[in-house]
Nanobody
């Protein structure tokens, strides 16, 4: 089992920055992928950024060049540095972890609200 707890959300003006953090506990060593998803009101939950245990990163096109994902070596935390925020980035942001154990299992945090005012 892996437990994920996000922090760092809040209200920021357009053009501002926020850094989201996600603390992972439990079977951290089993984690193969960590990432961030977001869900805006009335929309589905979509991937924002992912990072694998070999350091490979991926971003959705709308955040490339503005957001940076990172993970500590022990896989106890994943971060999302968000710069040049836009009102369209307003959403609940969820931390995500995946392990290939047990034929693949995924874990989610409770979510943290990010609101960008124009």
């Amino acid at each position: 089992q892996v437990q994920l707890v996000e922090s760092g959300g809040g209200l920021v003006q357009s053009g501002g920055s926020l850094r989201l953090s996600c603390a992972a506990s439990g079977s951290n060593a089993d984690i193969n992928v960590m990432g961030w998803y977001r869900q805006a009101p009335g929309k589905q939950r979509d991937v924002v950024a992912t990072i694998t245990d070999d350091g490979t990163k991926g971003y959705v096109g709308s955040v490339k060049g503005r957001f940076t994902i990172s993970m500590d070596n022990a896989k106890t935390a994943v971060y999302l540095q968000m710069n040049t925020l836009e009102p369209e980035d307003t959403a609940v942001y969820y931390c995500y972890a995946w392990t290939r154990r047990d034929s693949g299992r995924e874990y989610w945090g409770q979510g943290t609200q990010v609101t960008v005012s124009s």
